[in-house]
């Protein structure tokens, strides 16, 4: 094995982008599961977003959430806004870490908010501008940045032009968001590659869907890369908007299952990530995908 990265920060997406993806579950199984969450020795939680109820009703009590969470000092709690609006909302809220999100697919983009990948890029400027003087960081995620479920492929040239963009006009840092589960290990190396040789000095993040079950392949070959910095969601909660029945992100159980086996530190404790995924799964009243929820951690015995 190439040098891996000795230790990855996890920023744990399963309250957001988990659950924006499941049918509505109410604010206080929300609350337990941030909570749970909180002692797992994750780092970083990505609590709410702040959108429209009409466009994503499973986060409108976004505030109602945040204020009723017992939050945990050593956590960093993020929100998510696709607009100006919804920053100001997250700012408002005590939020002193903010994702907003372009797509590098300009149809998926016009979809998503009305707005061309451009006008996005604009309305993102002032959004960081904003955030910095309230002393918040502003991160861009670059969605659809392995394909879009409209225009098929996007050029590597062209994420990372969309990506340069908000690097240029403030972003402290970036993440990739492979939204449909288009990506395999090549294609994150190209992408990867090309982003580092432009911006070495700008902070990544990933962010996987196991979609095509690729999602743990491909953070592999980001961390041969010397990536290290991940999404995941608790249980492999929430889905695909493209796909129904679709898996959601890659499961933060199973993350920090194979990542800590190769000598990664994650500083999550896998027994409490693991009962915080059984919880996830009775909140959400479904089987999730997750195989380390099912067979526990490879270690596990049984009874002769
Ligand atoms: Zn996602």
Redesign the pocket.
Known sequence: MTDLPGHISVRE?GPR?GLQ?EDPVPAAAKIGLIERLSHTGVSRIEAVSFVRPEAIPQMADADEVWAGVDRAAPVRYSALAPNLRGARRALDAGFTEVEVVVSASDTHNRKNVNRSTAQSLDDIAVIIDEAHQRGASCQVIV?TAWGCPYEGDVPVERVVAVAGRAVADGADSVSF???TGMATPGRVTALVGAFRSAHPEVPLNL?F?NTRGTGLANVLAALEMGVDDF?A?VGGL?G?PYAPGAT??IATEELVHMVEDMGVRTGVDLAAMIDAAAYAERIVGRVLPSGVLRAGPRTRTIPA
């Open positions: 997406v982008d993806n969605s968001g492979d939204t962010h869907h999404d969601s929430g695909c959601g992100n």
